[in-house]
């Protein structure tokens, strides 16, 4: 019987973000990547969510490092919230380790262990080998990981694309796929972004050749240029256009610069000193000589571009004649805001461009099915996204002559046991909820946010009782005060009887010696009642009870 191997995604299969998967046999597990989700729209007051990683703080023995295939944050941005209780190895390329430690050192994180691992490379990790093969992507560094274990190689592509052109690095590295497809691989886990889409990505070169064109017919007017903070590759195409028509780059967002910098220090970009200019200097320069280059993080390529529209930027107001290019898509879920923020533009009197200057940093339909072709892989596994999603890939996998039994549809928490004879979930971990609100973390239940989405929507009611510690009588007439809860007939007619309901069943209470949490929450349903009743609205209600020494 051959060995098995077990791999468990502990997010990403459910979404686009909060990728995470770990392979595991009896004595070693390595993590692959450790992301966080995109900012959710329907918690509010939520940053973001990751991974929950109690499966390997109970296992941190077998636990060999944690493997990173590039620098987005839904692939890093969980580390700095789980590294210290996990007290493992970070491995990745020049860049994405360089964004980590940028991370870590912003969190106050001091204890950690990084290497760097360039491309082509393999290191050994327990009784494993782990082999980080050139691929491209919309962020340099970015590379697919041959997983070479006992049972046999599992193949992650990562977030990847081939560009048989691309402005920096090397193209995905099709030869090494086909040598490890000729010597068998055992499964190949693919990104499924893109699998919607007919053909082949454009490459970065492409995208060149549009901006050069649209930087000529545009050189009369000031440009505002938005696009992903982690493309360095579209960043060095604006820097080294702006240089060939004679005008000046500023960069905005701190993830941009961050980014920047860390690219700067690996000379991943080259381009003269004097392009990029200070924000405070722009006065000095003809607007026809200047270019705003904003972005930020993954997941959010026009927040500082949304400011701008809404005129609350600090040190940028449009002005008439501006051209706004969008060098970037809109992400799952922030379609919304996307045009909302384009038609504020053109309210403004700004002139919106939008064609032909994004390239997908995700393959199409063609580029997997070559892959699947190359690798040649007994098992497919297709990740990173929505179901539907990941749905589409499968028939991709079909298509290409893999048995349909070998296509594996998981969710986050299967466990698949997987060998050359046979594949199969034999177990699931239940997986809870984490959610980062500022810095508190996996604290926040859903009756908080249940009370947050009922404040956003209806406002709050707040009732102030108080009592004399002795006597236990009031000492004091109820207070009752509102916030978002406003109209002319609340504020008229339904704020006094409001007050007689409460004060009846405060005496009623009081005489039948009810007290503590039961009073409160009596209190909490007998205005919740009457507001209900008379206004059809359903405010938060919060009780606040105090206690007197007089």
Not at 7 to 22: A, H, R
Not at 55 to 74: M, R
Not at 507 to 525: E, P, W
């Amino acid at each position: 019987m051959s060995e098995n191997i077990r791999i468990i995604p502990l997010g990403g299969f459910d979404k686009i973000g909060m990728n995470m998967m770990l392979i595991e046999n009896d004595d070693t597990i390595i993590a692959i990547d450790c992301g966080m989700s995109f900012p959710p729209h329907n918690m509010p007051g939520i940053d973001t969510s990751i991974p929950d990683v109690d499966y390997l703080i109970e296992n941190t023995d077998k636990l060999k490092g944690i493997v990173l295939t590039h620098g987005h944050e839904d692939h890093i941005g969980a580390i700095p919230y789980i590294i210290e209780s996990l007290n493992v190895p970070i491995y990745g390329t020049p860049l994405t380790i360089a964004l980590v430690e940028k991370k870590l050192t912003a969190h106050g994180i001091k204890k950690y262990k990084t290497k760097v691992i360039r491309q082509k490379n393999t290191i050994v990790l327990g009784s494993f080998k782990v082999e980080f093969i050139t691929t491209n992507h919309s962020i340099p560094d970015a590379v697919m990981l041959a997983v070479h274990t006992p049972a046999g190689t599992v193949i992650h592509t990562g977030d990847f694309k081939i560009d048989y052109s691309p402005i920096t690095g090397d193209s995905t590295d099709l030869r090494r796929i086909a040598a490890l497809g000729s010597k068998g691989v055992l499964a190949l886990i693919t990104d499924s972004t893109n699998t919607l889409v007919l053909g082949s990505s454009p490459s970065e070169s492409e995208v060149s050749a549009s901006l050069d064109l649209l930087f000529n017919l545009h050189k009369e007017n000031r440009l505002i240029i938005a696009t992903f903070a982690s493309n360095m590759d579209r960043v060095q195409q604006i820097i080294t256009l702006a240089k060939k028509y004679n005008r000046k780059v500023v960069l905005l967002g701190d993830t941009m610069l961050s980014i920047f910098e860390a690219a700067k220090e690996l000379n991943y970009l080259n381009y003269s000193e004097e392009v990029i200019i200070d924000i405070k200097d722009v006065p000095t320069y003809e607007s026809k000589e200047i270019i705003f280059l904003t972005t930020g993080n993954h997941g959010e390529p026009i927040n500082c571009l949304t400011e701008i529209a809404e005129g609350t930027h600090d040190n940028i107001k449009l002005l008439p004649g501006d051209t706004v290019l969008f060098s970037s898509i809109a992400i799952h879920g922030s379609e919304d805001l996307f045009s909302k923020t384009m038609n504020l533009l053109e309210e403004q009197g700004a002139n919106i461009i939008f064609q032909d200057i994004h390239a997908t940093g995700h393959a199409c339909i063609d580029e997997l099915k070559l892959m699947y072709n190359l690798a040649n892989p007994k098992y497919a596994i297709p990740a990173h996204g929505e179901y539907r999603y990941r749905k589409a890939g499968a028939a991709i996998a079909q298509q290409v002559g893999i048995d349909r039994k070998n296509i594996l549809m998981l969710d986050n928490g299967d466990v698949l046991s997987l060998s050359e004879d046979e594949a199969k979930i034999i177990d699931h971990i239940p997986l809870k909820e984490v959610l980062i609100d500022g810095l508190g973390i996996g604290n926040i239940g859903r009756n908080i946010l249940s009370e947050r989405t009922k404040m956003g929507k209806n406002g709050v009611v707040i009732i102030e009782i108080s009592f004399s510690s002795g006597s236990g009588r009031l000492v004091a007439p109820t207070r009752i005060s509102t916030r978002g809860f406003v109209n002319t007939k609340v504020s008229t007619d339904t704020l006094p009887g409001l007050e007689d309901a409460v004060n009846s069943e405060i005496a009623r209470l009081i005489a039948q010696g009810v007290t503590g949490d039961k009073f409160d929450s009596l209190v909490q349903k007998a205005a919740e009642k009457y507001i209900i009743n008379e206004c059809d609205q359903r405010p938060l209600v919060i009780v606040l009870t105090s206690e007197i020494v007089l």
